[in-house]
């Protein structure tokens, strides 16, 4: 089965620095890669998705991701995060192989610091 | 852009009680939609794949008679709890999408409590 890896379950970071959010994918030839935000009880927005094509992803807020093929990995970046971006991160990954089930990360809660 | 409306937001209810949670696509047609249940600081776990118009794909240790599914249309898929009991206590969370390669829309969640 398709897992996903999201190393750090809490990232604490102050306002304007830069933040990383780590995922590794389990290797599969026919995968969609995906970042979702969540805020305290609401469902999921989307970030991010890489498809294919450019391996540098932009998403919304200024948030981009890196897909690499070699290290099977997706990781989410933000030069400089602001104090709204306190929330939980997913990351997901649609295995065309297996019935186009999303599988997510266990997910990052990033915390700005003011 | 595609928006997933999910009712009730939140509910309240005693134990022995059933709850239907509705999940709608409301500018798009859904064939496919998905049912997930979150736990407090977890990730979501994948419940089931609700189907329109046949029957819904459970994903291993999910109870088909617990958690009931009905994709009776392609914009509307019910999830029912019956008889819930506290350990049902939990945040439920569906999405849908369009083709595979798009990514699912997600609804806001139910927070369902069982007292």
């Known amino acids: 089965a398709q897992s996903v890896t999201q190393l750090d379950s809490q990232v604490p970071v102050f306002e304007e620095a830069p933040v990383e959010l780590r995922c590794n994918y389990s290797s599969s030839v026919s995968v969609y890669l995906f970042w979702y935000v969540q805020y305290p009880n609401q469902g999921l927005q989307l970030l991010l998705k890489?498809?294919?094509?450019?391996?540098l992803v932009k998403g919304i807020n200024g948030f981009e991701a890196e897909f690499n093929k070699s290290q099977t990995s997706f990781h989410l970046r933000k030069p400089s995060v602001h104090i709204s971006d306190t929330a939980e991160y997913f990351c997901?990954?649609?295995?065309?192989?297996?019935?186009?089930?999303?599988?997510f990360g266990t997910g990052t809660s990033l915390t700005v610091i003011p | 852009g595609a928006v997933v409306s999910q009712h009730p937001s939140w509910v309240i209810c005693k134990s022995g009680t059933s709850v239907k949670i509705e999940c709608r696509s409301l500018d798009f047609q859904a064939t496919t939609m998905f049912w997930y249940r979150q736990f407090p600081k977890q990730s979501l776990m994948l419940m089931a794949t609700s189907n329109e118009g046949s029957k819904a794909t459970y994903e291993q240790g999910v109870e088909k008679d617990k958690f009931l599914i009905n994709h009776a249309s392609l914009t509307l898929s019910t999830l029912t709890v019956t008889s819930a009991h506290p350990e049902d206590s939990s945040f439920y969370i569906c999405s849908a999408g369009g083709a595979s390669n798009q990514p699912q829309h997600f609804g806001d969640g139910t927070r369902l409590s069982i007292l």
């Open positions: 997901a990954v649609r295995n065309l192989n297996t019935g186009n089930q999303f599988y």
């Open positions: 890489y498809l294919s094509g450019s391996t």
